[in-house]
């Protein structure tokens, strides 16, 4: 742990840490938020179609919130998201307090999901600004790692003010931790302002960033399966719905712990690529016994887990993002990674919902596996081959001199 106590003695980590959680920790509340805005406004499916609306919005506007905040003052812009966040956040506080229409609740949920879009992206792009270039690779891996408690505690935190003050209370949390994030990135060190070089190609077209995006849409398809599956399986398991959100919370600390336990081997590691997609396979692996648990103990044992590879993956991938892409656009290629990972989500809730009616909570479970380990050992082909092919090229030029 010598590499995370160099971290935390710096002054200018710490204060990231801040930022960074503050306004990533509301972020977490929102699905659930919107789950309970929809029932306070009508039912469950109602909720169920604005926490869709949050979570699509985010993503397909991800790319554009990412490149504005590339292209100006990046404290400045990651100000503005956070304001941006908290006022509408705040409105919805007030629409659910009043009872408003759902269109209103549905204006406000799309609102919500394109100011929170570039904010994961843009902290991800200042890491390296804060902590000394040999760092960098360990700070990514707490990063990652703060972003899996942040994914623990907000919803237990929103279900805590939700207890007391219902959905609205949620939503006036979410503001006033936005308002808190965009006050914090004031405290972080100055940036340059930056222009994108013409030269600069866009984050897609790098082949390695295209890669890690496939590969964390295939992990975003088999957490959106897992969360939406987890609740059905305790009940069949002859438990309550409610008891879903605790093996969510699990994978979220299985994933966390293996973050801080071998998060900086794997960003040091001399074959990244490599590792990233045998992670995404790894995923795929540890998820099946899962559909094959038939007790609750068992089923909490193996979701702790089954959360170990995804904060390892996100280190990976950020780490490569970092070395692959122009600085100028990293805040655009950081927010394409976030737009991943909640299509991902999205795609497997959509997933879920056809497979549980007919082959119900172990089935779909299983069919978690499929994405990860059919685009890992894809990635994994597409590396070997890649390989050879440079290591045949290399040898040409070698027989030609």
């Known amino acids: 742990m010598p590499a995370y106590r160099a971290l935390l003695r710096q002054p200018t980590w710490r204060r990231y840490l801040l930022a960074s959680t503050a306004s990533r920790l509301p972020i977490t509340m929102g699905v ?5 805005a929809g029932r306070a406004l009508g039912s469950f499916a109602l909720g169920a179609r604005l926490a869709a609306l949050y979570t699509i919005t985010g993503a397909a506007t991800a790319l554009w919130r990412g490149r504005r905040l590339d292209r100006g003052d990046l404290h400045r812009g990651l100000q503005r998201e956070g304001l941006a966040f ?5 409105a919805l506080a007030i629409a659910v307090r009043a009872h408003a229409g759902w269109p209103i609740a549905a204006l406000l949920a799309c609102g919500s ?8 992206g843009g902290y991800r792009s200042l890491v390296p600004s804060v902590v000394p270039a040999t760092e960098v690779g360990t700070a990514y891996a707490v990063d990652a790692v703060g972003v899996e408690v942040c994914f623990t505690l907000g919803p237990a935190a929103a279900a805590g003010v939700a207890w007391f003050a219902g959905a609205a209370g949620v939503f006036a949390l979410m503001a006033v931790l936005g308002a808190a994030g965009a006050l914090a990135v004031t405290h972080l060190p100055a940036t340059p302002r930056r222009g994108v070089p013409s030269d600069a190609p866009s984050p897609i077209r790098v082949p390695v960033v295209a890669a890690v995006l496939i590969g964390t849409l295939a992990l975003g398809m088999a957490l959106g399966v897992l969360d939406a599956t987890f609740p059905a399986l305790a009940v069949a398991l002859g438990s309550r719905a409610a008891l879903g959100g605790i093996f969510i919370t699990l994978m979220a600390l299985g994933s966390a712990c293996s973050g801080l336990a071998v998060g900086p081997r ?3 590691s001399a074959d990244l690529p490599k590792r990233a997609a045998q992670l995404v396979i790894v995923f795929g692996l540890v998820v099946i016994p899962l559909s094959l648990a038939r007790g609750l103990p068992e089923v909490a044992a193996l979701a702790l887990v089954a959360g170990a590879p995804f904060a390892l993956m996100s280190t990976a991938g950020a780490v ?4 692959s892409v122009d600085p100028a656009r990293s805040s655009e290629a950081f927010s394409l990674l976030n737009a991943a990972i909640l299509g991902g989500d999205a795609i497997g809730s959509a997933i879920a919902s056809t497979l549980l009616g007919p082959l119900g909570a172990h089935a779909t479970l299983a069919a978690a596996a499929v994405g990860p380990l059919a685009i ?3 990635l994994l082909a597409v590396v070997h ?3 050879r092919g440079a290591g045949a090229v290399t040898l040409d030029s070698a027989n030609s001199t």
């Open 376 to 378: 890992g050992l894809a």
């Open 320 to 323: 490569l993002i970092q070395r």
């Open 385 to 387: 081959v890649t390989r």
């Open 86 to 90: 908290a006022l509408v956040t705040a």
């Open 113 to 120: 999901g394109a100011a929170l879009a570039g904010i994961p």
């Open 32 to 36: 659930f938020g919107m789950v309970l």
């Open 266 to 268: 794997i960003a040091a």
